[in-house]
């Protein structure tokens, strides 16, 4: 493909070349300074002289349209001037694209920014919450390490508390259905409650009661009447007689403490136990494989028998 300016050269040559032509003196004037010299024409030769005239015309015609053609042509929009246009207009876009494009990412960096602090914030908020938790933590185990270390404390000095109260009923004894008719008072018990006991052949003087009383019972039941021993051999002397006490009408006890009594009834309904009982000063439970064995307060009840169990194995194995 040829430049611009060789087209442009390549087309005004031929119109160069007829501006020459066309400012040459014309074939009739030439003729007219010869004319004295030369001999008349014929008709021919007026012919030929006015078709001539007629193409000097067409040339001059064309010579006016190719001079009309060229000032048209310089107001043509040229090339190198279509690519500058283009390239003002495409880099205005550009530059109008890059700064739309810069405050974009400008206004998202900052919302971003924001949404960054926000969580760093949030974050720095969590983290010190998730130290004072940890501290809460620390403290809460502190604290159920201490409240393990006293409820241990507390249930071992309930238990030697009970194992006291227990010893010091020892020497007492209850006994149920005894009824006295007029006004009843201490003298009247102490004189009245050895009789059934007399009854049985076991003696009971009046001096080996130190206290009598009577004690809240079942309602709608006589109240058991509590008496305090002098010493422990004259109990063992009433309490073996309890079975023949009990066919006359007359029940004896023990009298044991409230969390004893609370242990007792809780033996009584486990399904591993058929019966249980108080014995000096200790509750004892018989299995379903008719074994006896000690229970104590605050005991777990499966624990106890297995582990009654296992020692037995290992005894046996000692043994063998």
């Known amino acids: 493909m ?39 024409r014929t008709s021919s030769d007026s012919s030929e002289i006015m078709d001539f005239g007629k193409l000097q015309e067409q040339i001059d015609t064309m010579c006016s349209s190719i001079m009309d053609l060229r000032e048209d042509l310089k107001s043509v929009v040229k090339k190198e001037e279509i690519e500058e246009c283009l ?11 890059l700064k739309d494009f810069e405050k974009l990412v400008d206004h998202n960096v900052q919302e971003v920014k ?35 270390k006293t409820n241990d404390l507390a249930k071992e000095a309930n238990k030697k508390a009970n194992y006291n109260e227990q010893y010091s009923r020892k020497n007492n004894v209850k006994i149920m259905d005894v009824k006295i008719d007029g006004d009843e008072s201490s003298e009247t018990l102490i ?15 009046k001096q080996d009661i130190m206290a009598i009383h009577r004690i809240p019972g079942r309602k709608g039941s006589t109240k058991p009447v509590l ?15 309890r079975k023949t006490m009990k066919e006359a009408g007359n029940r004896i006890a023990d ?21 249980a009982w108080f014995f000096s000063g200790s509750v004892y439970g018989q299995t379903t494989r ?5 229970f104590d307060i605050y005991d777990n009840i499966d624990n106890v028998i297995e582990n009654f169990r296992f020692g037995q194995r290992t005894y046996i194995q000692d043994i063998q």
């Open 191 to 205: 004189t009245n409650v050895p009789n059934p006991f007399n009854n049985q052949g076991v003696i009971l003087e």
């Open 227 to 241: 008496f305090k021993l002098m010493n422990n051999s004259v109990k063992s002397n009433l309490m073996k007689k």
């Open 290 to 294: 008719q074994e006896r064995v000690k």
């Open 255 to 275: 009298d044991v403490t409230k969390l004893n009594s609370g242990l007792i009834s809780q033996l009584t309904l486990h399904h591993n136990i058929d019966s």
């Open 2 to 40: 040829s430049t611009k300016g060789e087209h442009t050269e390549k087309g005004d040559k031929p119109v160069k070349q007829l501006l020459f032509k066309a400012n040459q003196p014309s074939s009739s004037a030439l003729r007219n300074e010869r004319a004295p010299k030369q001999p008349m």
């Open 87 to 97: 390239t003002r207009v495409m880099t205005g876009i550009e530059a109008r694209i």
């Open 114 to 148: 924001e949404k960054v602090d926000s969580l760093e914030f949030k974050y720095q908020s969590l983290q010190e919450h998730v130290t004072q938790l940890g501290k809460q933590h620390e403290e809460l185990e502190s604290m159920e390490i201490q409240m393990s």
